[in-house]
């Protein structure tokens, strides 16, 4: 079979027959220099989700021209024996002229379908009763981003890159027993571990990575000359009971300590991370009919947005989300703030939401320990509201099943 799809700047939009069917050809048809751009990123996609079979043909037209549509979609009609013309992107003088090139050739026997994205469904457009056969397949996070032209990057690719967490059941319940902690004094615990960041960045080289020695007069004196104390008695203890971290001390003007895996290293050297894997712990669990909701998911996401990444080097143009969830083919962009919170980090969301979802993208910012009044007014939310972007508040103060029900009515 032959797919005509009908260029919409939604990638899935020009890609999901294409899923569901693994046709022979897809011919798109748009404007030259646009489909020029996109070729490389749907040949790259196509090789992502194993498809080496389907052949692509880009074919240009006037979009303000009628009659060129119609004759271009003629001479396609006439060339192939089966052709489908999926009609779920494209804008309306497209899906006219195919209504057009169906009425004209009956004896061809032109499929007209489209699909929902958001619930993978597919809709019979001819009037027939029958669609194309094909079951929409979810894709992953990686799938979603290589579809829209960029590439995630990973922490083998750069310092500050993608983390991929090895969600044992143990760590589960690290992370539970952690958050215990976090939730119940956010402040503390952004600023012990905001001590352990630092004292990661002025480290002395060693050979084994869970051993953390440096200069506690330079840690001290990071803190001090902007008037705050380092406390190593209102955190640390409870870490090391838990055995999360052992043979902390201060001697000889070192101060040192061992963390117990890499896992939980890097859960305490970055505050922000715990929430990150709290939210994505959450969301995995969700169910739905007796299935996952979300299909997959990443925490700490780099984004590369042109999808080339310079290892080492600083010439891409990158962005950091906190947790990117995908449920089915429709992705969820979330922003974890433990803590105080303003509006930039909408703004972000929303551009990074917009360049790697576009419409179907779900925004969401979590939040804990967020001041909010009951009876003044909430610029944030309101800001929020506007945008399109739910707010998870006072995370601090729900418990597992309500925290996993905030995060499934996202894409409900």
Known sequence: MTIVEFYDHTPIDNMISCLANEPEKIIFIGERKVLAAQEEHFYRFLDEMDNFTTVLEFKSVNRTSLSSIVACLTAIVQ????????????DDLCLVAAGIVYERFPEKKIQLHRYNVSS????????????????VPSITVEQNVILHGGAVVTAEQKPHGTIYWDLTLEFMRDVGELWKLCKS????????LSVLAQASKIALPCEDPLFLCCSWREL???????????????????????????????ENDYFSL???DEQIRR?????????????????????????????????GVLLDWDGVVFEGGTTDTCNEVDVILMHGLVPVFISCKNGSVDSGELYKLNTVA?????????????????????????PLADRAKLMGITIIDSVQDMNDEEFSRRLKNIVH
């Open 79 to 90: 060339d192939n024996e089966e052709v489908c013309f999926d009609l779920t992107g494209g």
């Open 120 to 135: 993978g469904k597919i809709y019979d457009c001819d009037g027939d009763g029958t669609v194309a056969d094909g079951e």
């Open 185 to 192: 004094n956010i402040n503390q615990w952004n600023f012990q």
């Open 220 to 250: 001290r004196q990071q803190y001090e000359h902007r008037g705050f104390y380092i406390d190593l008695k209102s955190l640390f203890p409870e870490l090391a009971r838990l055995g999360y971290i052992r043979d902390m001390r201060v």
């Open 258 to 260: 061992y963390f117990r």
């Open 267 to 299: 859960c305490l050297t970055k505050a922000g991370t715990l929430l990150e894997l709290k939210t994505y712990v959450c969301a995995m669990q969700v169910e739905e009919n007796g299935d996952y909701l979300f299909n997959d998911g990443l925490t």
């Open 354 to 378: 917009e360049r790697f979802g576009g419409k179907y993208a779900k925004r969401v910012l979590v939040c804990s320990g967020r001041a909010v009044s009951a009876q003044a007014d909430d």
